[in-house]
């Protein structure tokens, strides 16, 4: 079965795009021209992914997410302009699943919905993989080693942690606040400088240059992401 | 010396075509004529389209007019200046001869005088009016009609030293002395040397008690000489008529001596008065030559006021709406608004007003109009516990005059904000201009490029070869991106501009801030080296990592445009002295001397038209830096390219060192 991808978006032009994208890659394509309309069809066709733009006319953005998420645990992507990093985060706090931020192209649109979809079809399966590959960086979550070309990657446990989290989390922004969160726990979420000391621990033992990382990726102003190729 | 009330000489049009500019002189008196000749003198002025002036010389005799004629000398004076016309008052003794000079010396071609005088003299002196006219001169004068006849008859009272009688008495006491000295030492009747004592006594009467007294003992000495020392001896006979032209020629001469005494003395009151005045004024110039500022300005002045006066002084001023608004000195009590009732009334009717005066005297401050040329910029307060002191024409003649200055300082001021306001819109103008054409071809560019292809991509699709189609679809993609990042900086920039950043500032890494940049450039980056440095214990650095992110992206970018490519790029950080620094450098050709500044002024490009760009980026990276406490500059790289480096305060220390933040949760 295709997979069934709703766009909320009010501008005509960027919704014609991205159904010329999206249904030659063989997704089937619902769209709506504002957050009440969007609702509507989220609820009636019961969607695989939700491409959610931000600005609509009638709803703010978070509003539409936290209606959506009374009910529904579907995958949201947010379309985002550049600057608008606190509204990223308020965003993927109120349950939004990642962002991206435009104008963007379509080889990044798809690879966040492969994510996104891949997430929820782990959700329903429930026997996540154990030994993942990232390029030159393998991890055995089962033994809890890492590899790097094939050789093995001394890690402490807390920065251990902080990439298993990452690989849990892997192609998909995690916010300082989710990170923090899950390592260190709910009393820690607002010590965003130390988390960037250990991201570039981290990036020390697992890049090979850690000034420009191939894969733990700063989202400025929001998180991080592992990238998955 | 004169005193010039205005200080700007009014000079419309003085006609490069005439052969001699025309000047209008106006002489007036304390007469009720005044009022007249100035008006008759400005409307010849305004025919002649020439500068005019009021003078008038001041004599001895100013001292003894009555009120109303010295009221109405003030109002003459102050109306010459309020028609435009220079107002300059001179003491002199001599009326004529200062006039002469005066229109002499300002080159004067219409002189306006009132009819002589009508003086109760019996000693009929010609008047300087008849003085003048048998003088001559390169003018045309005018001898001008009193509107009424009848008010000539304003009386002057030549200066009688008053009915003191203890100085009458005091001089007949000294006359008495010197009889009794001079028959103690020339019993014998050396006739000369009693004379000079007489006329010594007479010098000091006059000079210690005045004219009256000097001419009595004048008088009383000719008769004591007579009756004591001028043989027959006590008695008024006179042996031979030689006695009787001494006596004769005594009497004229210690007359004369009382006379000029007493000229003297008066000429040197009234310099004296004169030069305080003047001193005072002089002072209050000064003062306010050194104030740029109005509100600084003011306080001093009207210090000076205030103590010149004894008095507390207040200034007020209109406001935008054009309400009059205590500015500067001392605060009034205005319970119930009369106060400011009166102020406002002063304000609109350029009339003096409240205590002392003849409108709303029920007030307790004296209001005075401050005229700037031919408006009024405020109202000048006063209070005092005898108005009459600060209302007495004298008082109130220099009061303006300090006045004067005040509402010329303060429309001086005024002119300088419109002044400033109209710079600050041309300087807007002027970017906004800039922006605009620099905007324009910058997005039009990329623009063209789009519409292009995807034109040709619509229209000759079928016959465009896979990799045309390809390259075309490739040309939007990457002219969009640029348009993109354009824009980006273009609102970034009147984000900045505006104000409106604020920085969020955090711990961070600057080598994770680095990478970022490079993260996003990474598609003009392909064919370029790009080291980076930093130690491995560079401490974290509070900043707005976005856009410090964007210091690096614009540094990043102009190193990119401006050197070859292929050429390698490098980015070294370091610790230095509490600041941590950054550099940039290439390999391009580097900067042009003189260049190092300019790069990071709006709008400025090294090379226009080679590169894409408004001109921005560098002056965005100061904004940011500088945003921060940093500073950042540009210099020529030993060996060749252009080397930029920025400075960040290393500030505080992290709240807590890393080894003690928690390992929290199980491994």
Redesign the interface.
């Known amino acids: 079965m295709k997979p069934r991808i709703l766009l909320i978006e009010d501008d005509a032009n960027i919704r014609k795009f991205l159904r010329a994208s999206l249904m030659t890659q063989g997704y089937e394509f619902l769209e709506a021209g504002n957050g009440r309309e969007g609702l509507a069809l989220a609820a009636a066709q019961v969607p695989d992914i939700v491409l959610l733009d931000l600005g609509l006319p009638d709803m703010e953005g978070t509003a539409v997410i936290q209606h959506l998420r009374q009910w529904s645990g579907v995958p949201i992507i947010v379309l985002s302009a ?2 608008q ?1 606190r509204q990223k985060v308020a965003n993927l706090d109120a349950g939004a699943d990642d962002y991206l931020t435009k ?1 963007f ?1 379509v080889g990044e649109l798809l690879a966040r919905i492969r994510v996104a979809l891949r997430r929820g079809a782990v959700a329903e399966t429930e026997r996540p993989e154990t030994l993942l590959n990232f390029g030159k960086l393998t991890v055995d979550l089962e033994k809890r080693e890492v590899w790097r070309d094939q050789k093995p990657v001394h890690l ?3 920065e ?2 902080l990439f298993t989290v990452l690989v849990r989390h892997r192609g998909k922004v995690v916010t300082h606040r989710q990170l923090l969160k899950e ?3 709910p009393s ?1 979420t607002d ?4 988390l ?2 250990f ?2 621990n981290l990036r ?1 033992k697992l890049e090979d ?5 191939m894969h733990i ?2 989202e ?2 929001v998180g991080y992401r592992l990238r998955e190729e | 010396m004169p005193e010039e009330l205005r200080s700007e000489p009014v000079n419309p049009h003085p006609g490069e075509e005439q052969p001699t500019p025309k000047r209008v002189l106006v002489c007036i008196g304390p007469s009720s004529a005044g009022m007249h000749l100035v008006r008759q003198a400005a409307a010849l002025a305004a025919d002649l389209q020439a500068p005019w002036f009021a003078l008038y010389v001041e004599t001895p005799a100013h001292a003894s007019l009555t009120a109303p004629d010295r009221e109405r000398l003030t109002h003459a004076l102050r109306l010459a200046m309020q028609l435009g016309g220079q107002a300059v008052k001179v003491p002199s003794t001599r009326v004529s001869q200062e006039i002469l000079d005066f229109a002499r010396s300002h080159g004067v071609t219409h002189l306006l005088v009132g009819p002589p005088r009508r003086r109760h003299r019996l000693m009929s002196r010609r008047s300087p009016v008849d003085r003048l006219i048998r003088a001559g001169g390169d003018w045309c004068l005018s001898l001008i009609p009193a509107p009424g006849e009848e008010s000539f008859a304003s009386t002057v009272q030549l200066p009688t030293g008053g009915p003191s009688y203890g100085n009458y008495a005091r001089g007949v006491i000294a006359v008495g002395l010197c009889s009794g000295l001079a028959a103690l030492f020339f019993p014998s009747g050396a006739q000369v040397n009693v004379v000079m004592l007489y006329l010594l006594t007479v010098v000091a009467v006059a000079s210690l008690w005045g004219r009256g007294p000097a001419i009595l003992a004048s008088c009383l000495s000719v008769t004591a000489f007579a009756f004591f020392f001028v043989p027959h001896y006590y008695s008024f006979r006179l042996e031979s008529m030689q006695y009787g032209i001494t006596l004769g020629v005594m009497l004229l001469v210690s007359t004369l001596i009382s006379n000029l005494t007493y000229h003297i003395r008066m000429q040197q009151r009234l310099e004296r008065r004169q030069e305080r005045q003047t001193a005072a004024l002089y002072e209050m110039i000064r003062s306010l030559a050194v104030k740029l500022r109005l509100e600084d300005l003011l306080p001093v002045a009207l210090a000076h006021i205030s103590k010149i006066f004894g008095s507390q002084v207040a200034i007020l001023i209109p406001n935008a709406a054009g309400k009059l608004e205590f500015q500067a000195g001392e605060a009034f009590p205005d319970v119930t608004g009369t106060e400011s009732e009166v102020a406002e009334w002063v304000y609109r009717h350029g009339h003096p007003a409240g205590a002392g005066t003849e409108i709303a005297s029920g007030v307790k401050g004296i209001y005075l109009p401050l005229w700037a040329s031919d408006r009024i910029v405020g109202v000048l307060r006063l209070e005092t516990g005898e108005p009459t002191l600060i209302l007495n024409p004298e008082a109130r003649l220099f009061l303006e005059a300090l006045g004067n200055q005040l509402a010329l300082a303060i429309a001086h001021d005024r002119l300088s904000t419109q002044a400033e306001q109209v710079q600050v819109e041309i300087e807007v103008e002027r970017l906004r201009n800039a922006l605009l054409s620099s905007v324009s071809h910058d997005l039009r560019t990329p623009l063209t490029v789009i519409a292009g292809s995807a034109s040709s991509l619509l229209e000759a699709e079928a016959s465009l070869d896979q990799e045309t189609k390809r390259e075309l679809t490739q040309n939007i993609y990457e002219e969009a991106r640029r348009l993109d990042a354009l824009v980006y900086n273009l609102l970034e920039m009147s984000r900045i501009q505006a104000g409106e950043v604020k920085l969020n500032q955090e711990w961070h890494v600057l080598e994770e801030v680095a990478g970022c940049a490079l993260e996003r450039l990474n598609p003009l980056l392909t064919d370029r080296q790009v080291t980076v440095n930093f130690p491995l214990d560079l401490p974290l650095v509070q900043m707005d990592a976005l856009l410090m992110e964007r210091v690096f992206i614009n540094l990043l970018e102009n190193a990119i445009k401006y050197s070859p490519s292929g050429t390698p790029i490098d980015i070294r950080g370091r610790v230095s002295e509490g600041f941590v620094q950054v550099e940039i450098t290439d390999r391009g050709k580097g900067l042009a001397p003189g260049e190092e500044e300019r790069v990071f002024e709006k709008f400025y490009q090294a090379a226009p038209g080679a590169g894409r760009g408004v001109g921005l980026g560098l002056s965005i990276c100061r904004r940011i830096v500088e945003a921060h406490g940093g500073r950042i500059w540009a210099s020529r790289r030993p060996g060749g390219g252009a080397e930029f480096r920025f400075i960040l305060p290393l500030g505080d220390k992290l709240p807590l060192p890393v080894e003690s933040f928690p390992e929290a949760g199980e491994s």
């Open positions: 550049r600057g990093e104008p192209g402490t446990p807390i251990y942690k390592v260190w726990g820690h010590q965003n400088a130390y960037r000391i991201i570039l020390r240059d850690p000034a420009r990382p990726i700063t400025p102003g």
